[in-house]
């Protein structure tokens, strides 16, 4: 069974805290996403990666970097969390091949900054 | 710009009625991809359909249908027969190539469907 799974479902930081979130898929999809869920605002992608070191913004990257150091694990890093970024994490992976297929998404981690 | 607008926020409808959802993208790409994803109550997004711009045919699957138009930019869904496990959150999502593949997500339609 296709699997993504993230580091945590829950999370609670501070404020100026650094945030790591963690993301494996079983898949060895070449792709691999991180979104933001907000009530009304849908997905919003803040970054990507179609290969190892490789990333790619997506609409909302500021205040989040990226580490894909292995094809299976994408980890998306909150430099100093701020209560802005309190939100649902949502994780993704899809194959290339043929043209991009379906994402495969993980259960969410809900972070909350205070 | 890159954009995919789902303009109903929530639809409510009783059991048995038929129910379409609209979506309209905008791209200058001549290559991309449409899908579907639903997400319910539980949380994680499944995904419905997937369409390439190069393939305009409608699908059926079951109770659900797709209606895909070029001309009008819109990629609708159709669900016949509602019935209360359909109630979910619905995104329309667009992914084009940027070197990467990019994907936008609409805001999505939240669809209550009552006993």
């Known amino acids: 069974d296709v699997k993504v799974t993230q580091s945590s479902r829950y999370l609670v930081k501070r404020t100026g805290e650094k945030v790591f979130l963690e993301c494996v898929q079983d898949m060895d999809h070449e792709n691999m996403f991180w979104y933001r869920q907000d009530p009304g605002l849908g997905l919003r992608l803040i970054y990507f990666?179609?290969?190892?070191?490789?990333?790619e913004k997506g609409d909302i990257p500021e205040g989040y970097s990226v580490s894909r150091e292995k094809k299976e694990r994408f980890s998306l890093i909150l430099e100093s969390a701020s209560t802005n970024q309190t939100s649902m994490y949502l994780c993704?992976?899809?194959?290339?091949?043929?043209?991009?297929?379906?994402?495969?998404f993980g259960p969410g981690t809900r972070l909350t900054v205070t | 710009a890159q954009k995919v607008t789902q303009a109903q926020t929530e639809i409510s409808v009783v059991e048995k009625e038929d129910v379409t959802l609209d979506c309209v993208y905008e791209?200058?790409?001549?290559?991309?991809?449409l899908f579907w994803y639903k997400q319910p109550p539980s949380g994680e997004l499944v995904f419905l359909i997937r369409?390439?711009?190069?393939?305009?045919q409608n699908e059926i699957s079951g109770r659900y249908s797709w209606n895909f138009q070029k001309s009008t930019s819109s990629f609708n869904f159709t669900i016949t027969a509602s019935q209360v496990v359909d109630s979910a959150v619905y995104f329309c999502?667009?992914?084009?190539?940027?070197?990467?593949?990019?994907?936008?997500f609409g805001a999505g339609t939240r669809l209550f469907v009552k006993a």
């Open positions: 369409r390439n711009s190069f393939d305009e």
């Open positions: 791209t200058r790409d001549t290559t991309y991809y």
């Open positions: 993704a992976s899809n194959y290339l091949a043929g043209g991009p297929k379906e994402q495969y």
């Open positions: 990666s179609y290969d190892v070191k490789m990333k």
């Open positions: 999502a667009l992914t084009i190539n940027t070197g990467g593949f990019k994907t936008i």
